[in-house]
């Protein structure tokens, strides 16, 4: 009999042969397998050392365990067809050996029986050879598989990687995908010790009409409080380390290709604004440059290598609109791991920490690249810089429109001034019909002018709310959008005084 699953990925053999690109690639067939169950599922990614000596060097073992749909008999005459996705970055050297052997033990939730399996993949030719181990017996109704590899050496550096690619996870929130990470210790006297870790607990439960936009935001918050900020989480609720947060978000539909298939990008912005109560910093190392994390993912699948059309529309984005002003090849990757990061050279006081994660839905990274890719990407980044700042215009203003912004209100006290002057009572109650005051009350004139003068300025600067308000946009309504968006001119403070002014 046909397997159903005959389309779920494996690793390629070459992305094997590196260790860290082995791990990310079998954690992310689990997931694949988990998503095809479309029941709750668990991943537990277990690290096991072998303490047989007191030198640095170790013997350990990585296994990726998971309760999806099995990987049938017929799947194992083809068991690399495909390229791992997005696993192409380049790492540094992760101080252990492996020997391009895998063991897997796999069950489907048809079968009676539980079968083994010894994969050797050829260093030179990257051909691999399949060896069945004895099958067991099951006397119960249950699927999943285990995959382990060995490895010689350190493993500091691969133990970070495999815990950040689960904590990460988190960002998606996918829901009923549970994840743990576990550590074991097991010394000569066979006595083990073992530490496990929830990264990802099946998704934040929201309501059925929350887009995968919104899930996707969520998910970047409690990623970034429950990793970054190592807080926790009660009652479904943060506890009180809960910063000040806001989100800018976009999402860009487009379409590729002849058959012009129609594909995604979200972006998502998440801000945690400094406190402003006197309490200290959690980061205690809040004099370094504001940097700022790029996650990309892609078909929600393990974040990835982030592609080449994106890091040319990052150092494109004009980021000058939110008080940003990027250093020079500051755009880079992190060591041991495929996300970037920005360092910024200006950036305004009151940010703690920004950070972007892009998600790119129903384009593989192994298509072809068009040249559309880069304009969407970089008009999604602007339209959430745009839904950023509308959601934080005292926190992410240029420096001239700080000026501006200070200017008005002694630019409504002067204009106060004149109407309260003026002998002709008709101009006075001409001017309260404008600013919506009742007749005869002139009192409150000056807070009004600053109120209309501060709106207007905001809708000078800020997209309006009804452009807001629509977070799913044609890739060419965000451009026309973004095209029609007012700027402010130069540092003349009269002549934009006038224009603010023409909206009352």
């Given at each position: 009999?046909?397997?159903?699953?005959?389309?779920?990925?494996?690793?390629?053999?070459?992305?094997?042969?590196?260790?860290?690109?082995?791990?990310?690639?079998?954690?992310?067939?689990?997931?694949?397998?988990?998503?095809?169950?479309?029941?709750?599922?668990?991943?537990?990614?277990?690290?096991?050392?072998?303490?047989?000596?007191?030198?640095?060097?170790?013997?350990?073992?990585?296994?990726?365990?998971?309760?999806?749909?099995?990987?049938?008999?017929?799947?194992?005459?083809?068991?690399?067809?495909?390229?791992?996705?997005?696993?192409?970055?380049?790492?540094?050297?992760?101080?252990?050996?492996?020997?391009?052997?895998?063991?897997?033990?796999?069950?489907?939730?048809?079968?009676?029986?539980?079968?083994?399996?010894?994969?050797?993949?050829?260093?030179?030719?990257?051909?691999?050879?399949?060896?069945?181990?004895?099958?067991?017996?099951?006397?119960?109704?249950?699927?999943?598989?285990?995959?382990?590899?060995?490895?010689?050496?350190?493993?500091?550096?691969?133990?970070?990687?495999?815990?950040?690619?689960?904590?990460?996870?988190?960002?998606?929130?996918?829901?009923?995908?549970?994840?743990?990470?576990?550590?074991?210790?097991?010394?000569?006297?066979?006595?083990?010790?073992?530490?496990?870790?929830?990264?990802?607990?099946?998704?934040?439960?929201?309501?059925?009409?929350?887009?995968?936009?919104?899930?996707?935001?969520?998910?970047?918050?409690?990623?970034?409080?429950?990793?970054?900020?190592?807080?926790?989480?009660?009652?479904?609720?943060?506890?009180?380390?809960?910063?000040?947060?806001?989100?800018?978000?976009?999402?860009?539909?487009?379409?590729?290709?002849?058959?012009?298939?129609?594909?995604?990008?979200?972006?998502?912005?998440?801000?945690?604004?400094?406190?402003?109560?006197?309490?200290?910093?959690?980061?205690?190392?809040?004099?370094?440059?504001?940097?700022?994390?790029?996650?990309?993912?892609?078909?929600?699948?393990?974040?990835?290598?982030?592609?080449?059309?994106?890091?040319?529309?990052?150092?494109?984005?004009?980021?000058?609109?939110?008080?940003?002003?990027?250093?020079?090849?500051?755009?880079?990757?992190?060591?041991?791991?495929?996300?970037?990061?920005?360092?910024?050279?200006?950036?305004?006081?009151?940010?703690?920490?920004?950070?972007?994660?892009?998600?790119?839905?129903?384009?593989?990274?192994?298509?072809?690249?068009?040249?559309?890719?880069?304009?969407?990407?970089?008009?999604?980044?602007?339209?959430?810089?745009?839904?950023?700042?509308?959601?934080?215009?005292?926190?992410?203003?240029?420096?001239?429109?700080?000026?501006?912004?200070?200017?008005?209100?002694?630019?409504?006290?002067?204009?106060?001034?004149?109407?309260?002057s003026s002998e002709k009572e008709d101009f006075k109650e001409d001017c309260a019909s404008i600013l919506n005051l009742p007749s005869g009350e002139l009192g409150d004139m000056r807070q009004a002018i600053e109120a209309k003068l501060l709106a207007a300025f905001n809708r000078q600067i800020h997209p309006s709310q009804t452009e807001k308000a629509s977070s799913i946009l044609k890739f060419e309504d965000i451009q026309n959008l973004l095209d029609h968006t007012p700027e402010m001119g130069g540092d003349d403070f009269?002549?934009?005084?006038?224009?603010?002014?023409?909206?009352?």
């Open positions: 009999m046909k397997s159903k699953n005959k389309n779920i990925p494996f690793a390629s053999a070459e992305n094997l042969l590196n260790p860290l690109l082995a791990c990310h690639a079998l954690i992310q067939d689990a997931l694949h397998r988990c998503k095809e169950s479309q029941v709750a599922t668990r991943i537990t990614v277990t690290l096991t050392k072998f303490a047989m000596t007191d030198r640095d060097d170790h013997v350990c073992r990585i296994s990726v365990a998971d309760t999806g749909c099995g990987v049938s008999r017929d799947m194992f005459g083809d068991f690399f067809p495909y390229k791992a996705r997005g696993i192409t970055a380049e790492f540094e050297s992760t101080n252990v050996i492996w020997d391009g052997v895998l063991y897997i033990t796999t069950t489907c939730l048809d079968e009676q029986i539980i079968r083994n399996y010894e994969i050797k993949i050829g260093v030179h030719d990257f051909k691999h050879k399949i060896v069945q181990s004895n099958e067991q017996s099951k006397h119960t109704s249950f699927r999943g598989t285990e995959i382990s590899i060995l490895l010689e050496g350190n493993p500091i550096n691969l133990q970070k990687y495999v815990q950040d690619l689960c904590e990460k996870m988190t960002i998606l929130n996918l829901q009923d995908v549970f994840v743990e990470f576990c550590e074991e210790t097991l010394n000569p006297h066979d006595k083990r010790q073992t530490n496990c870790l929830s990264l990802c607990d099946g998704g934040r439960k929201v309501d059925e009409f929350s887009s995968t936009l919104d899930l996707m935001c969520l998910g970047l918050e409690d990623y970034t409080f429950k990793y970054i900020y190592k807080s926790i989480r009660r009652s479904g609720h943060l506890n009180e380390l809960m910063r000040d947060i806001r989100f800018g978000k976009a999402e860009t539909i487009s379409q590729a290709g002849s058959n012009k298939r129609e594909w995604t990008l979200q972006a998502c912005l998440i801000l945690i604004v400094k406190e402003i109560q006197g309490k200290e910093m959690m980061n205690s190392e809040a004099e370094r440059p504001l940097q700022t994390q790029i996650t990309f993912f892609d078909n929600h699948y393990l974040h990835s290598q982030i592609p080449k059309s994106a890091l040319r529309a990052l150092s494109r984005v004009d980021w000058s609109k939110i008080g940003l002003r990027i250093k020079k090849r500051s755009i880079q990757f992190c060591n041991q791991a495929p996300s970037g990061v920005i360092v910024w050279d200006q950036y305004p006081k009151d940010i703690e920490r920004l950070d972007l994660v892009l998600h790119r839905v129903g384009r593989s990274s192994s298509q072809t690249l068009y040249r559309g890719e880069y304009t969407v990407t970089k008009k999604t980044i602007e339209a959430a810089l745009n839904d950023l700042k509308y959601n934080c215009p005292q926190i992410l203003s240029t420096p001239h429109e700080s000026r501006v912004q200070t200017s008005i209100p002694d630019l409504a006290a002067c204009i106060s001034g004149i109407i309260k009269n002549s934009e005084c006038s224009k603010v002014w023409n909206y009352l």
